[in-house]
T-cell receptor, first 114, second 114 residues
């Protein structure tokens, strides 16, 4: 098991609501990346945070936003939820001391939008 | 933009037989390639990565992968499959344009039968 933790494990929301997902990075890691994994698909990159700043973003609308805190933990916020937002949300932590570092994933948060 | 293809949705193999899970990639520049495994209702677990050097990379749980530049492939292999290897396997390529984004394939379901 990695030292990456995520909360909550499962979440059910309705369309139009807002949700906040949380991630604690592995000890010593200063970078957190968020991915969305729809059913039957590979994970899709949402964005990455490095030292509390967004450091790259995938093809997701602005209603997907995030934060990183001084202890390197992170939040993913999704506003105006849509049915297609139902997915497993994964966070991964790493330390990009060079371009070849490894991302270690948490167990994910399963979000269901009704 | 980089991409990864996993041509087989499912691979079936008998326990004790060798297994291969295929992956081909497309990148500009040097490829940084990864394999992850996902068990039901779990996050992704890192297996191995290729950065440079020896084309045969050894990883966790007896898995290895062979990098072939001319065929742009990075196939995952194991000499003797176990029932417990049954899981969903993802190949991924690291962004070469800066940042730490991973682009994943669609995954291959491995089923090892007695």
């Amino acid at each position: 098991e990695t030292g990456v933790t995520q909360s909550p494990t499962h979440l059910i929301k309705t369309r139009g609501q807002q949700v906040t997902l949380r991630c604690s990075s592995q000890s010593g890691h200063n970078t957190v990346s968020w991915y969305q994994q729809a059913l039957g698909q590979g994970p899709q990159f949402i964005f990455q945070y490095y030292r509390e700043e967004e450091n790259g973003r995938g093809n997701f609308p602005p209603r997907f936003s995030g934060l990183q805190f001084p202890n390197y933990s992170s939040e993913l916020n999704v506003n105006a939820l849509e049915l297609d937002d139902s997915a497993l949300y994964l966070c991964a932590s790493s330390t990009p001391t060079h371009r070849t570092d490894t991302q270690y994933f948490g167990p994910g948060t399963r979000l269901t939008v009704l | 933009a980089q991409s990864v293809a996993q041509p087989e949705d499912q691979v079936n193999v008998a326990e004790g037989n060798p297994l291969t899970v295929k992956c081909t990639y497309s990148v500009s520049g040097n490829p940084y390639l990864f394999w992850y495994v996902q068990y039901p209702n779990r996050g992704l677990q890192f297996l191995l990565k290729y950065i440079t050097g020896d084309n045969l990379v050894k990883g966790s749980y007896g898995f290895e992968a062979e990098f072939n530049k001319s065929q742009t492939s990075f196939h995952l292999k194991k000499p003797s499959a176990l029932v417990s290897d049954s899981a969903l396997y993802f190949c991924a390529v690291r962004d070469t344009g800066g940042g730490n984004k991973l682009t994943f394939g669609t995954g291959t379901q491995l089923k090892v039968e007695l």
